[in-house]
């Protein structure tokens, strides 16, 4: 992808995942520790990772907050759990309503949880038939990544709250451990095939040896992804899923 077209998707793409991450951490609070009375660590992470970036949310955030290991099993499952549900069926109410390659794009990379799982209800998306075979794919991963970028700023403001509020609290935030490095090597490749892209230019042939590496380089990354879900589908006990408690996936 091209870094101009990155940034560009990115800035109009703000204003939807600011207002979606807000009202999902609003409603994780409201309802999951006021109304179910969810323990308030277990509320938080399984609001992080619903509405941010999934397992890596969750990750960066649990140390942040103190989380004890139970909650953070029980918020990747119900993750893991409505990722597995969105990637099977977000393609098909998509066709239903008449969604364009744009519209599921934006969509996708705003609703699904996990990059992985964005990158594979794309994926879906593109195979159909009638659809271009890359637009959602580009869009969603744009988006979804993005959004992912809004762990940074969650949990300074979960460290600095947790200091404030417990004066013993030794927590520190952590940049290294808030930003994903999925984020910073999805840049550098932007970075990588801009600049390829422009200083071949002039040069048909080394442009299209360039083209047919970066092409196979995402088919690669495609095959990798699938391989990502099967490995957590064949690593996911149901039965465990739902012993952790049915609240949560409320």
């Not at 940034?7 to 520790?33: E, F, H, N, P, R």
């Not at 499952?77 to 990722?83: G, H, K, Q």
């Not at 998509?94 to 599921?104: A, C, E, R, S």
Request: proline residues 4%.
């Amino acid at each position: 992808m091209n870094l101009f077209n990155v940034i560009k998707v990115g800035g109009q793409s703000l204003a939807i995942i600011a207002s979606t991450i807000t009202v999902a951490l609003v409603t994780a609070y409201v309802l999951g520790y006021k109304i179910l009375k969810i323990p308030a660590n277990q509320a938080v992470l399984v609001g992080v990772g619903s509405s941010i970036c999934g397992g890596s949310a969750i990750a960066a955030t649990a140390p942040v907050i103190k989380a004890e290991d139970e909650d953070v099993a029980s918020a990747i499952s119900t993750i893991f759990l409505f990722n597995v549900i969105a990637t099977v069926i977000f393609p098909t109410p998509g066709n239903l309503i008449g969604m364009t390659d744009t519209g599921f794009g934006m969509w996708a990379g705003t609703a699904v949880n996990d990059t992985s799982s964005v990158v594979a209800s794309a994926t879906t998306w593109c195979s159909m038939p009638g659809h271009d075979p890359n637009l959602a794919l580009d869009l969603a991963t744009i988006v979804k990544l993005t959004r992912a970028l809004a762990i940074i700023p969650i949990t300074f403001v979960l460290a600095l709250y947790k200091t404030k509020t417990d004066k013993n609290s030794d927590v520190k935030f952590s940049l290294k451990n808030a930003l994903p490095s999925f984020i910073i090597f999805f840049i550098v490749a932007s970075i990588v095939n801009t600049i390829t892209n422009s200083l071949l230019a002039d040069n048909e042939v080394a442009l299209s040896c360039a083209s047919s590496i970066f092409s196979f380089l995402s088919s690669a990354g495609k095959f990798m992804i699938a391989m990502a879900m099967a490995a957590i589908g064949l690593n996911t006990n149901l039965v465990s899923l739902f012993k952790n408690g049915k609240s949560p996936y409320s």
